[in-house]
């Protein structure tokens, strides 16, 4: 069974970082493309960035240069470093596990708070 489990959200004040992380139990993680969700109140869920299985990455254009996704293929744990954080990034966080042919798993999500 696979089990995704997120932590590091909080509050913290605009200019300041945050590191999430996600671990993943089972065995799919290394084959995994993983990636980091959020939805504010009244809007849809967007993905934020994304850590293919080869290596490569990608962010949303709202990010790019402010957070970092990274994973440790032996602790299964996908982790997105935030800076430079601003109210508008306030949102539950999701992180997702999975690829085409194998299904896609979420986690419980945890909310970070931009606000002085």
């Known amino acids: 069974q696979v089990q995704l489990v997120e932590s590091g959200g909080g509050l913290v004040q605009p200019g300041g970082s945050l590191r999430l992380s996600c671990a993943v139990s089972?065995?799919?993680?290394?084959?995994?493309?993983m990636a980091w969700y959020r939805q504010a109140p009244g809007k849809e869920r967007e993905a934020v960035a994304q850590?293919?299985?080869?290596?490569?990455?990608n962010y949303a254009d709202s990010v790019k240069g402010r957070f970092t996704i990274s994973r440790d293929n032996a602790k299964s744990t996908v982790y997105l470093q935030m800076d430079s954080l601003t109210p508008e990034d306030t949102a539950v966080y999701y992180c997702?596990?999975?690829?085409?042919?194998?299904?896609?798993?979420w986690g419980q999500g945890t909310q970070v708070t931009v606000s002085s």
């Open positions: 850590s293919f299985s080869d290596g490569i990455t």
């Open positions: 997702r596990a999975g690829r085409p042919g194998l299904g896609y798993y």
């Open positions: 089972g065995t799919i993680f290394s084959m995994s493309n």
